[in-house]
């Protein structure tokens, strides 16, 4: 808490904070405090704080102070109790608790005794007493009385001096020399404690205890300052005084209100416009709400010294003139109403947003960087028609939607369209006839479709081995197997039965127009269970490392890539038709640091914005392709496997035939499990549902991270601003962790393009013989935009990268 000052002097009580000070003490026009009977304008003292504690200090041109009746020269601490006198005045210190009693009054003349103008009487004779005795009557013994009184007092003289010299004796034997070195040389000087150290030459010498050292000097701070003296050899007490800051006055035109920094640190500036600056050069800064800041090398002189320094602010704003087309739009600046067009407005430099807005029109929004003081025309801004609405239902629903030959989703769905002008609406559906529908819409019109769909048949020929088996359609007994079915032009479910043999089931989409054969031959249980152990491999396999990986047996061919109509989708994405005919092993998890200095031990993964990717359990980076593929044969010799890569001119390539030994997975064989596995319908995401994410879905460039990455995935938090430790998130799909985020992946494949074979099967594909790069697969905790979080996103490289790790494969057969 800050004590409060309470003054008493003539112009009667007041009180002040800490702030107020330091105060003058003088007449009545220049005194804080008025000491009577000193002139209007005369200052004879200031009293101020140092390091909490006040001290007063006489003024340069002063009358003669005393301090406790001691002359004041220089600067004295002030203690509860303390008088300053000057002349007839006094100023007495009282301290009570957090208040400070400081009272001024008048001293009284004392009294002047003048005798009377008459002389004294004569005193009366002394008249002579009968019983009084007469010089006679004395006793001799008087006289021997004085002379031995004589003596008394020669002896007693004689034993004071030998206790001083005795007690000097005592004093030069345990007193210590000591030297007291004050820089710079004080004005005033003192040592003060008991017994009061002796001066021999230019050396003291005291008793061992605590000492009270006090020195002034105009333009520091008063010093005080306890040692403590010990017996021994020569003490030395080096002590600094402390220079007082300088006193800068800065004017600014125009007259704002600033902010003061120092070398970097904001200063206060106090009551009365001062800012205290210790001497020396220093760099000034000064900012203003909306003025450009100043900053400036200056030389303060300091030791309490008034300095003074002016600046001209220089507009730290643009002059923006806007108009739109139509006028009369709303302007928003970052979010913030400032008018309608046309409009002329200032806008402080850096980049800003503008947005225009207009009922019945779409908002037209603007981002640039404005330069102070530049007058920038933003004219004929054409804010084009609002869109109109298409709320679109279909009978059966879960109809496919395009417009204009754009996907836009499946029935029922409510499409955001461009008014004005005719639009293209098709509806499509497995099994029905396909509809096209013209559609215009006026600005901000919501407008209802309800579209009925005629289905459509195809002709399947079914012949079953035994010839009476028993066919199941869609679930329901169908009767005997081998006949003609007339089916909607939609995928079907055929299951074929019959005692003693083993059911199969197959899925079949007629066409429109068209007929498909369907033959099956069922096998007894002893043919099914022979082949099943012929083709068996163990679900799950633990390397020498204990890593674990999943076998998967892929079923029917797939589609990698993306169609054009896919949000995000890059150029490298073209429709690849592809088929896995061989049972293959995948890790369960991304290789992690642990694991891998088991092969390196001296490997470190380093750090990446602002946090490190090299614990045991977070997934190992900034390594090679070819750094991988050695740890995949290092893993290989482990379990006694052969090398799936060898060496050809210093670099890794794949051994041909392939082995069965470890190796990184080819890109069909990832795409295969991230997209297709366990899934009836392929996969877009890492998650279940549309982008962005919710819930924890897995590690991407989030709000973690938004402080220094610009894409990042809205309003989510995995809780990891780099790698997370591998396995952190569910498995997707089942068994497989981190299938899409967290770090991305080196492929076996050497990188390259596949147009034009959406409809030609590529069998195990595994890329190019040869390439300048690798492919990459998988998104990273780097990454946040709706094209890198999609399961078809490719991309590729050579070198190692903070975010891009891989994990290990195996052939199964």
């Known amino acids: 808490m800050s004590r409060v000052f309470i003054i008493q002097d003539v112009r009667g009580e007041r009180r002040l904070d800490e702030v107020a000070l330091p105060l003058t003490v003088g007449g009545s026009v220049q005194g804080d405090i008025v000491m009577p009977g000193v002139p209007a304008e005369a200052v004879i003292a200031h009293i101020a704080l140092a390091e909490g504690h006040a001290y007063i200090q006489s003024a340069a041109d002063s009358e003669q102070l005393f301090h406790n009746h001691e002359v004041l020269t220089g600067s004295k601490w002030l203690k509860s109790g303390d008088e300053v006198q000057a002349g007839d005045a006094s100023l007495h210190w009282q301290v009570q ?62 034993l004071a001096v030998f206790v001083v010299l005795l007690l000097a004796t005592a004093f030069v034997l345990l007193a210590t020399p000591m030297a007291v070195i004050i820089t710079p040389a004080p004005a005033t000087q003192s040592l003060q404690g008991f017994p009061p150290p002796v001066t021999v030459g230019d050396r003291l010498l005291a008793l061992p205890g605590h000492y009270t050292i006090t020195a002034s000097l105009e333009g520091y701070r008063p010093l005080q300052e306890t040692v403590t003296v010990n017996r021994g050899g020569l003490q030395e007490f080096r002590l600094q005084l402390e220079a007082l800051p300088g006193r800068v006055s800065i004017e600014l035109e125009p007259p704002v209100a600033g902010r003061v920094f120092v070398d970097g640190t904001g200063v206060a500036t106090g009551a009365d416009a001062i800012t205290e600056i210790p001497g020396g050069s220093h760099l000034l800064r000064i900012e203003t709400d909306r003025y450009l800041p100043v900053t400036e090398r200056v030389d303060i002189a300091g030791l309490g010294q008034a300095q003074q320094l002016a600046y001209r602010l220089q507009p730290g704003w643009a002059t923006v003139l806007l108009d739109s087309q139509p006028a009369g739009a709303v302007v928003q600046l970052d979010g913030e109403q400032v008018g309608v067009t046309p409009l002329e407005t200032e806008i402080m430099q850096g980049p800003h947003a503008v947005r225009l807005s207009l009922e019945n029109h779409k908002p037209v929004l603007l981002e640039q960087d404005f330069a102070a003081g530049a007058v920038v025309q933003l004219q004929d801004i054409v804010l084009p028609p609002a869109d109109g609405k298409l709320v679109l239902s279909s009978v059966p629903a879960e109809a496919t939607i395009s417009v204009d030959g754009v996907f836009y989703g499946t029935t029922p769905a409510t499409l955001t369209l461009e008014s004005g002008k005719e639009h293209s609406v098709r509806l499509t559906r497995p099994g029905y006839q396909s509809l096209d529908k013209q559609v215009q819409l006026a600005p901000e019109e919501e407008q209802a479709l309800k579209i009925s769909l005629s289905p459509e048949y195809g ?355």
């Open 97 to 158: 608790g957090d208040q400070v009693f400081i009272t001024t009054r008048q001293r009284v003349a004392a009294a002047t005794l003048v005798p009377p103008d008459q002389p004294p009487p004569p005193a009366a004779p002394l008249e002579q007493s009968s019983i009084a005795p007469s010089r006679r009557e004395i006793p001799d013994v008087v006289t021997v009385s004085s002379a031995s009184r004589g003596q008394r007092k020669w002896r007693w003289a004689v």
């Open 459 to 813: 002709v399947v020929f079914v012949t079953a081995q035994p010839a009476d088996a028993t066919l199941v359609l869609d679930g329901k007994q169908a009767g005997k197997a081998t006949r003609r079915l007339n089916l909607t032009a939609r995928a079907h479910t055929l299951e074929f039965r019959k005692p003693g043999y083993v059911s199969q089931r197959v899925t079949v989409t007629p066409r429109a127009g068209a007929s498909k054969n369907v033959d099956i031959t069922l096998q007894t249980a002893t043919q099914a269970r022979a082949e099943k152990q012929a083709a068996a491999t163990p679900p799950t396999l633990t390397t020498a490392a204990g890593q674990v990986l999943h076998r998967v047996r892929p079923a029917g061919s797939f589609s990698m890539g993306a169609s054009r109509r896919e949000a995000g989708r890059r150029a490298n994405e073209s429709p690849r038709l592809v088929q896995l005919t061989r049972p293959f092993y995948l890790g369960a998890k991304e290789v992690t640091n642990g694991e891998y200095r088991r092969y390196q031990a001296a490997h470190s993964s380093g750090s990446a914005e602002g946090a490190s990717l090299d614990g045991d359990r977070q997934p190992v980076v900034n390594i090679s392709w070819d750094d991988a593929a050695r740890y995949c044969n290092w893993l290989s010799k482990a379990d006694g496997l052969p090398a799936a890569y060898r060496d050809s001119g210093g670099k890794l390539v794949p051994v041909v035939p392939a082995t069965r030994g470890y190796r990184l997975p080819t890109e069909a064989e990832w795409a295969y499990v991230a997209r297709k596995l366990g899934r009836q319908a392929m996969a877009h995401y890492p998650w279940t549902g549309s982008f962005p994410p919710t819930g924890k879905a897995g590690n991407f460039a989030d709000a973690s991270i938004a402080d220094t990455l610009a894409n990042v995935v809205p309003d989510y938090n995995d809780g990891y601003r780099v790698s997370a430790p591998v396995g952190s998130f569910s498995a997707r799909p089942a068994g497989f962790h981190d299938i899409g985020g967290n770090v991305a992946e080196w492929m076996h494949d050497f990188y390259a393009v596949y147009p034009g074979m959406a409809t030609q099967l590529v069998t195990d594909p595994a890329g190019p013989a040869s390439g300048e790069h690798h492919v990459v697969r998988d998104s990273s905790w780097r990454q946040g935009s709706i094209g890198e979080l999609r399961l078809s996103y490719r991309d590729y490289s050579r070198a190692p990268r903070p975010d891009l790790g891989f994990r290990i494969a195996r052939s199964a057969q």
